[in-house]
């Protein structure tokens, strides 16, 4: 199935709007790019709304938010749900701060989200409605491990009912549920966690494969998070005693270029529950 | 003729003032350096406009544009004008959105470019006042081909008349043209078309290369798209097997950092019309 | 003492909080957490304030200034200072545009910094509050050489008496002091100056490194420097002979990573005067 989905992206090349942080956004674009995407950013107002049309789909990241790109955020997500277009949320540091919150929360309000992204602490905070992250990383006590799987399959699924959305907590076990169905995908590698932005680009993939697979969100969104962790092996793999996290995150990119779907099938790790 | 020109860039290093997105924004600040220019970024209003007084070249790139940065272009432009700094424009995205069109064309009324660089379907919407632009990347159906060079060479000296500028449509076959002598340029490789930011990059070496070379800015342009072309060809044949997008775009880097006079002079592959 | 100076980087993975510029906010993240630290970018006003105080140490780098991010400056500094956090400036430019110099100066008037980083060029800028700079770079004529060291030395130890600061100038030989001890280093690689962003990546670390160790800023400081200048030397060793700045920038990252507290005392190259 992950086969068939990644060929479409590969063969569609979704043109992907990315309304996204500054910190990332280089590697989120080369992400898009190696996965057959195609990227583009836009996030003042008035642009981001006509260039959103022009898209097959959004990423909605907020991790460096000012005052010029949130009204952005909400009128390109609401144009996009007139679209019928895919839109995926990461709430990047959702609890870290109000602005991040509140934001976060409005957006699930207002806009209509395909997938939400984030780690274990962000979907926490937008499930509780208030946040306790310390950062942008998961909270220690929040990780999902093979012992507290259940429950936080259980929560997952509760907030992907609620939020009406797919959501995708991702960490050292990667949860996705459309809040019946769920995937638990062991794909990926720690050190993955030393690279800023693979959350990031991860989200911008997700948005990628959602786009090219309008009739399977979940499948597509897990197919995303599988492709990911996947690449994190293979360029893990590739790794010198010399190299640290600025060749290991070139090193992911590169594996996602070279990436087919039949090595996507062969290799996604995942259970469905 | 280029082995001079690309001397004048290591010896001069000048110094280039650059609006540009934040997308690849640090890409191209390295290939300024490695090419043996500096560069400096400035946005605000205030800021541009005293920062582009100090330095050699004004690079303007429309990739993300906000309302803040919009009115730092224009004065910008016009202080370089006035100090008679070559000035660039890569009207990135143009036909892609109102704000982005009538940006560029905007520009093109109040600033005197010295070379206007992008892809053959931004450069037709800059010619015809409005565009049909499929994101940031060449519309299939507008690309320069061998079989419709000619009719390409025509409408890109049309156009460089009219604009009173040097133009530079870049893609398979480039062409440089100040509307008398147009260069057809065939270095590069397609693969560089899978790295976000190739065509923000080169607009910053021409940037660097047209301000060295203030009496011959034609010349200048067509070695700088030769130049980053055959660092494409020199990157290209240093990659692995598994190296992908990411590791091609630092070795192209890496590749201007090499590149000597004497090899542009005898790798550049152009005819002259 | 630089080992155990380290050693607490990596044990407290100090979170830091960064306002910085949009050029090489990346590689600053990713030496964050190269050294074992953790970033967070925040420039919005409301933001900034907030997430300060989640996090244990602020670096403010003025590369890229807007009318939006400099109250985020100002506000995020003072919030820092009431709770004691330590806060590093990395005046970017000060002395190339009024914009810059008025910022930074009134940034030195109204928040107390635990360390000031920058270039000759830039500091002496600071310390007689009117600037000469050319661009982003030191000044030839200002450079810190054996020849001019001690004349150096007296300036930035009267400058941080004054400023209340420690101070760190960085070039061919590093200047850090606070006012009566001194370290002169001579770590690093010539090279690193053709890198976009090695400047504000070591501002970064300087605030890792303080913010772990906030009983001895003045030698946390130091040992950062040589940090930098150290992985500078490893990364340098690693490069073939295709190698060129954007490999270098990666190395540069990935021996952050690898490097030991015990290789970083064994490597640290200073004098104490």
Redesign the interface.
């Known amino acids: 199935m992950f086969e068939a989905i990644f060929e479409n992206v590969r063969r569609k090349s979704p043109?992907i709007h990315n309304i996204t942080?500054?910190?990332?956004?280089?590697?989120c674009?080369?992400m898009l790019?190696?996965c057959g995407a195609?990227?583009?950013?836009?996030?003042?107002l008035?642009?981001a709304v006509?260039?959103t049309a022009?898209?097959g789909g959004l990423n909605i990241n907020i991790?460096?938010?000012?005052?010029?790109t949130i009204p952005a955020m909400f009128a390109a997500g609401k144009r996009a749900n007139e679209l019928n277009h895919p839109v995926i949320l990461d709430p990047v540091?959702a609890g870290?701060?109000?602005?991040?919150t509140e934001t976060a929360l409005g957006l699930l309000k207002e806009v209509r989200f395909t997938v939400i992204r984030g780690n274990i602490s962000e979907i926490k905070t937008l499930a509780l409605g208030s946040g306790t992250t310390?950062?942008?990383?998961a909270d220690v006590a929040d990780r999902v491990t093979e012992e507290n799987l259940d429950g936080a399959v259980t929560f997952a699924k509760d907030f992907a009912r609620r939020a009406g959305a797919r959501v995708a907590v991702t960490g050292a076990i990667d949860i996705v549920t459309d809040g019946t169905r769920t995937f638990c995908i062991r794909n990926g590698r720690p050190e993955m966690s030393?690279?800023?932005?693979t959350g990031c680009q991860l989200s911008a993939l997700t948005a990628a494969f959602v786009t090219a697979n309008p009739d399977r969100p979940l499948e597509a969104a897990a197919a995303a998070v599988c492709a990911m962790g996947l690449c994190g092996e293979i360029a893990y793999s590739?790794m010198s005693?010399?190299?640290?996290?600025?060749?290991y995150?070139?090193?992911?990119?590169?594996?996602?270029?070279?990436l087919t779907p039949t090595a996507l099938e062969m290799g996604a790790k995942y259970e469905l529950r």
């Open positions: 043109l942080n500054y910190v990332t956004v280089n590697d674009a080369n790019l190696a195609s990227p583009i950013m836009a996030d003042e008035e642009d006509e260039i022009l898209c991790g460096t938010l000012n005052r010029n540091g870290a701060s109000t602005l991040r310390k950062g942008v990383d030393a690279i800023t932005g590739r005693e010399l190299d640290g996290n600025a060749s995150r070139n090193y992911i990119i590169d594996a996602m270029c070279h």
